[in-house]
């Protein structure tokens, strides 16, 4: 659930300090959310997002590049086809996560691209809610593969089920939302 996620990065941190992670978030509220949080952990966070001036975002980046900072939360629409989603030129980032599920696919491939790069290791985690499920499942048929979905811990609760809701392209389209606008025949 949607306010599981937060309770999830807590516990991937919370007995390893992590170096060089991404996390990507739909929002800058969710950014700045997420931020706090860790920082709240005394972990050496950067986060990047609108209400930055480009200098400042500089600065982040020049950081988090030099290992200076450790985890770098941004938003992903900032920087749709900036820098950090798509051309960061960093070789060693180790984790890669998805706050929230990217709307295109090939924005996703492009996030978890950022890990394994060079020889390296790298690892991807997508946080899928119950109603991002379906856009989730739209990734898994984009890469023509179902992703491995890892239980979350269980100190959190329990998770929805993944039940992604189908849409028929004969009927609604390429895009479910207009689904709603239609009338029934």
Do not use: C, W
């Not at 179902?146 to 004969?170: N, T, V």
């Amino acid at each position: 659930y949607e306010n599981q996620k937060l309770g999830i990065i807590r516990s991937l941190f919370a007995d390893e300090v992590p170096e060089r992670v991404i996390i990507f978030a739909s929002s800058k509220i969710k950014v700045k959310e997420v931020a706090k949080a860790l920082m709240a952990m005394k972990l050496n966070v950067g986060e990047m997002h609108s209400d930055l001036e480009q200098a400042q975002r500089e600065t982040v980046m020049h950081e988090f590049k030099a290992g200076r900072v450790n985890i770098l939360v941004a938003t992903d629409i900032l920087f749709a086809t900036d820098i950090v989603a798509r051309g960061i030129d960093i070789d060693d980032i180790r984790l890669v996560i998805n706050f929230d599920v990217p709307h295109d696919s090939e924005d996703y491939v492009h996030r978890i691209g950022r890990t394994a790069r060079a020889n390296n290791d790298g690892v991807a985690l997508t946080f899928v809610s119950e109603k991002e499920q379906s856009n989730f499942k739209s990734i898994e048929n984009f890469l023509e593969k179902d992703i491995y979905k890892i239980p979350i811990p269980a100190e959190l609760g329990e998770a929805p089920e993944y039940k992604p809701r189908s849409f028929s392209k004969s009927r609604y389209g390429s895009n479910p939302k207009r689904r709603k606008f239609r009338g029934k025949k």
